[in-house]
């Protein structure tokens, strides 16, 4: 690694081959694929290195229910955002409320607390323009690759971190050429209710993929099949994230170095207008410090990467690098996420987690009349707290002896099946900054705006529809759902901020993550996605970040 001085200061400016900004589920692969190569890689983390008591058991804070706070940050205070809702009043939210569109800041990103479902995206996920065209107002396309493209990354991801599945129950809609590395989850009783269920309706079901050990794998020990695994972290380190795979591997090269609370404030570009490097605060340290690279990847997630890019003003660009044609945050999205719960005349719960483990993907697409579709599956296990918050039906008064006798007797017997639709993006769905409000080192925040387009209700209302029908199919007496309307879609799920394609018109970066124009800046982790499947999306994060360093490592 090579020192240089800042122009006017006599501080040494570290030279690297890559900066990496943020250490989840792209940047963590990304700094691995690069170390390993041989790359000198900085690899910048806002959040902290969060231990397994760091992250903690309580059910009322946090990242799957943050009533009272969370477990995975950012710091609930210096870290506003502004929220904007769809009648256009703005208000500052704080990262622990639904509107800030939270994932996590720490090491790992969400894969520190994720529930670690590892679907691969559907073929015709890649193509959904053809497919359907282009719904009046929104702004679907298809991506530059197709599923063939990215198929061997899928596999890398799966076998590298670790995913247990069963391939063979699910390729007859997306193939893979190698099974999983690990077994399924074993089925509970819920998992025996539903598939009786889909059997009756006709309905082909698999077990949900996940990375999790299964078996003790690399290193690291089987899951012990505790109740608490969505939103915390994991007491055997069974669950797989880039904090305990990837950026072991990273660091274990002796090319990495990793800094964590460390924000990026700004992509530094020299009097050319070429990308230099990243200016960045420390927590412990005053001074603002400086890094150089040959190469700068943003890798802060879909709402951040976004944020960072139109920070980085400059005379070349002044309204943010990447946004020559105001692209830069547009096109947000998520998944809205139908949910159903039916009253099993049997105990469907055993207590046994991670708890979710059968899936149908009958409905990803070809359903007449919809765009696109979802996955359903039935849900992890929930903490008392978080059942009652979410999961009681609607003519039960919240509290009071019914309520207490409803929790008493009908826990362990409520079934449940939930899953993320595919979202049509718009174009409104947005992500901008807000200059008249900053963090706690003075950087304008992200404000978020806009909605998901009506289709994407279209297709989840359809989805809460088949939860039903699933679940009166599995022997349900009493049956109800939920889903929500029109709003902007994005929270753990948020992708497509700076979206790949081939017109810079009409997208941020090419295929590989290239922002168009800057030949040495890249955005790699889900701002990529043009569409967001009808999946959870981290499996096609973690692919495209093993594609995109492998090409970035060819070129440095
Ligand atoms: C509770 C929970 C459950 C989930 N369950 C699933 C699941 O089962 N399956 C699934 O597919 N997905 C799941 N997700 C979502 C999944 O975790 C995300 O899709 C994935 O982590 C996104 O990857 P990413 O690389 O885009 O960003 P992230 O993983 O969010 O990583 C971004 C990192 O960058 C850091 N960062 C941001 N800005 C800066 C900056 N300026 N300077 C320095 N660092 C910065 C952040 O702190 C963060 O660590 C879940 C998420 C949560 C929180």
Redesign the pocket.
């Known amino acids: 690694m090579d020192h240089d001085r800042v122009r006017g200061s006599s501080k040494p400016v570290k030279n690297y081959d890559a900066i990496i900004?943020?250490?989840?589920?792209?940047?963590g692969i990304v700094a691995c694929v690069l170390a390993e190569s041989g790359k000198h890689v900085l690899l910048?983390?806002?959040?902290r290195d969060l231990s397994f008591a760091d992250v903690g058991r309580d059910h009322l804070r946090n990242?799957?229910l943050a009533v009272y706070g969370h477990n995975?940050?950012?710091e609930l205070n210096g870290n506003p955002r502004v929220f904007v809702n769809p009648e256009g009043t703005s208000r500052i939210v704080r990262p622990h409320e639904l509107d800030y569109h939270n994932?996590?800041?720490?090491?790992?990103?969400?894969?520190r607390?994720?529930?670690?479902?590892?679907?691969r995206f559907h073929p015709d996920d890649f193509r959904m323009a053809t497919k359907y065209g282009v719904p009046r107002g929104s702004s679907l396309a298809d991506w530059p690759i197709t599923y063939e493209t990215l198929e061997p990354y899928y596999e890398r991801a799966e076998w590298e971190l670790g995913a247990a599945g069963d391939a063979r129950s699910i390729n007859h809609q997306v193939p893979h050429r190698r099974d999983y590395p690990l077994p399924p989850v074993p089925p509970g009783p819920q998992t025996l209710a539903l598939q009786q269920g889909a059997r009756g309706l006709g309905w082909t079901t698999t077990p949900v993929p996940l990375l999790i050990n299964t078996e003790p794998y690399q290193g690291r020990a089987a899951c012990i099949a505790c109740k608490y695994c969505?939103?915390f972290a994991c007491p055997t380190d069974a669950k797989n994230g880039s904090q305990n795979t990837v950026i072991p591997r990273a660091l274990a090269t002796g090319n990495c170095e990793l800094q964590t609370n460390?924000?990026?404030?700004s992509v530094d570009v020299d009097s050319q207008g070429n990308v230099s490097g990243v200016t960045?605060f420390v927590e412990r340290l005053a001074e603002r410090q400086s890094a150089r690279a040959k190469v700068v990847v943003v890798?802060?997630?879909?709402i951040?990467?976004a944020?960072?890019l139109l920070n980085s003003r400059s005379r070349h660009s002044p309204s943010g690098l990447g946004n020559e044609h105001a692209q830069v945050g547009r096109n947000l999205q998520g998944h809205l996420y139908p949910r159903a719960y039916g009253l099993s005349t049997t105990k469907v719960f055993d207590g046994v987690g991670p708890g979710v483990t059968i899936a149908t993907t009958q409905f990803n697409h070809d359903n007449a009349g919809i765009i696109g579709g979802g996955m359903l599956a039935d849900d992890f296990i929930k903490p008392p707290i978080d059942f009652w918050y979410d999961s009681l039906p609607p003519d039960l008064p919240r509290w009071g002896i019914r309520n207490k006798e409803f929790m008493r007797d009908n826990y362990t017997r409520v079934l449940h099946v939930r899953g993320p639709v595919q979202d049509i993006p718009s174009p409104d769905g947005r992500v901008t900054v807000a200059d008249e409000v900053r963090d706690k080192w003075g950087i304008p925040v992200a404000r978020l705006s806009g909605t998901t387009h009506p289709a994407t209700v279209e297709a989840a209302e359809f989805m809460r529809e088949r939860g039903e029908e699933w679940l009166r199919a599995s022997g349900c007496e009493k049956v109800w759902s939920a889903q929500p309307g029109l709003i902007l879609s994005g929270r753990?799920?948020?992708?497509g901020t700076c979206r790949m394609g081939r017109d810079p018109k009409t997208s941020v970066t090419d295929e590989w993550g290239r922002v168009h124009n800057h030949d040495n800046l890249f955005v790699v982790?889900?701002?990529l996605h043009v569409t967001n499947g009808g999946f959870?999306?981290?499996?096609t994060?973690m692919a495209l970040?093993f594609r995109s360093g492998e090409y970035i490592a060819r070129q440095i």
């Open positions: 900004v943020g250490s989840g589920a792209a940047g910048l983390e806002r959040g990242q799957r995975a940050g950012p994932n996590a800041a720490c090491v790992g990103g969400g894969t607390v994720y529930g670690a479902q590892a679907w969505v939103g460390a924000i990026a404030a960045y890798s802060g997630g879909a951040e990467s944020r960072l753990q799920h948020q992708a982790d889900g701002s959870n999306p981290v499996l994060i970040a």
